[in-house]
C-alpha cells in the first residue's frame, strides 16, 4: 500500500512539474526573443563614430593624393589654418558673432513656438487663429522672405536675427502642438473627475504629454538656426563665420571654408548632444526603445 502512495506521489509530481518546467522554457524563449529584437546596451559615443570615420577617410584620401589640394585641402592643413586665424584673432571674433546671432534669434523663435503652441494646443480659438497662418508660414521657404525683411527691417542685424527666429518658431510650433494634439483623451477625463484646476491641469498632463514632441522641435530648431546664419552672414555683414568664408571664396581660399564649416558642424553637433542629453534627463521616466 505504501509502494502503491509512493508511486501515486511521484507520478502526479511529475504531472505537475512537467508543464511548469515547459512554461518556464517557454519564458526563457521568449525573453531571449526580446533580447535579440532589441538594440541592446547603449554604447559610449556613438555619435563620433561617424564623424571619426570621415576624418579618418579624408586623411587617407588627401595623404595616398586621391584628392585635389586646390579643391579639398587635407585635414592637417585645414586645423594648421584653423590655428592662424585663432592665432590671429579673426576667428574667435567671428565665432563670438555668430553665437550672439544665432543664440539671439534662437532665444526668440523658441519662446514664440512654445507660446504659440500652447495657445493653439489647448483653446479651439486659438488653434483657428494660429494653426492654419504657421502651416501657410511653414509652406514659404523662410530664406525667401530674405528680401522682404531687408524693405522691412533693414540691413542690419534685426533682420538676421528675425529669419534665424523663424526658423527656429516653426519645428518647435509643428512638433509641440502635434505633441498636444495626440495627448489621451482620457487623461483629460481623469484631470476633471480629479477637480485639477487649468494650471494644474497644464503642470501635470499637458507639459509631460507635449515634452516629447516640444525635444523633435527644439532639435530641429538649434540645426535650423545654424543652417540659417550660414546663408544669412553672407549678406552685408563684416563679421561672423559666414562672412569669413564669403571673403574666403572671393579669394579662392578653400582652406578657410573648411575651418568654417567644420566649426559650424562642431558647434551643431554640439549643441544637437546637448539637446539629446537634456532630452534624456527630463524623459528618464519613460521606456522607449533608445532607452
Do not use: C
Not at 579618418?56 to 592662424?84: F, Y
Amino acid at each position: 500500500m505504501t509502494a502503491v502512495t509512493t508511486t501515486t506521489h511521484t507520478t502526479t509530481s511529475t504531472t505537475t512539474t512537467a508543464p511548469l518546467t515547459a512554461l518556464a522554457e517557454e519564458g526563457t524563449r521568449q525573453v531571449r526573443r526580446r533580447r535579440r529584437l532589441a538594440p541592446g546596451k547603449r554604447l559610449p559615443a556613438t555619435r563620433l563614430v561617424g564623424p571619426a570615420t570621415v576624418l579618418a577617410l579624408w586623411s587617407v584620401a588627401s595623404a595616398a593624393g586621391l584628392l585635389d589640394p586646390g579643391a579639398i585641402p587635407a585635414p592637417w592643413t585645414v586645423l594648421e589654418t584653423g590655428s592662424r586665424l585663432w592665432t590671429a584673432g579673426t576667428l574667435p571674433d567671428d565665432i563670438l558673432t555668430s553665437l550672439q546671432r544665432a543664440a539671439t534669434g534662437f532665444a526668440i523663435g523658441l519662446t514664440v513656438g512654445i507660446l504659440l503652441a500652447l495657445t493653439s494646443g489647448l483653446t479651439r480659438t486659438g488653434e483657428a487663429l494660429i494653426d492654419g497662418t504657421v502651416n501657410l508660414n511653414r509652406a514659404i521657404p523662410t530664406l525667401g522672405l530674405i528680401p522682404l525683411f531687408i524693405l522691412w527691417l533693414g540691413i542690419g542685424e534685426t533682420f538676421k536675427i528675425a529669419i534665424i527666429a523663424i526658423v527656429v518658431y516653426i519645428p518647435v510650433y509643428l512638433n509641440t502642438h502635434a505633441a498636444l494634439s495626440g495627448i489621451d483623451s482620457r487623461f483629460v477625463e481623469l484631470a476633471e473627475v480629479q477637480g485639477l484646476s487649468k494650471l494644474q491641469f497644464i503642470r501635470q498632463v499637458v507639459i509631460p504629454g507635449a515634452l516629447p514632441g516640444f525635444f523633435v522641435g527644439l532639435r530641429l530648431g538649434v540645426t535650423g538656426s545654424w543652417l540659417g546664419l550660414v546663408v544669412l552672414e553672407q549678406i552685408n555683414a563684416t563679421s561672423g563665420l559666414g562672412y569669413m568664408m564669403f571673403q574666403a571664396q572671393n579669394y579662392g581660399q578653400t582652406d578657410v571654408i573648411l575651418v568654417g564649416l567644420v566649426v559650424y558642424g562642431i558647434f551643431g553637433l554640439i549643441s544637437d548632444s546637448a539637446v539629446r542629453l537634456i532630452e534624456r534627463r527630463v524623459l528618464s521616466w519613460r521606456r522607449t526603445l533608445s532607452s
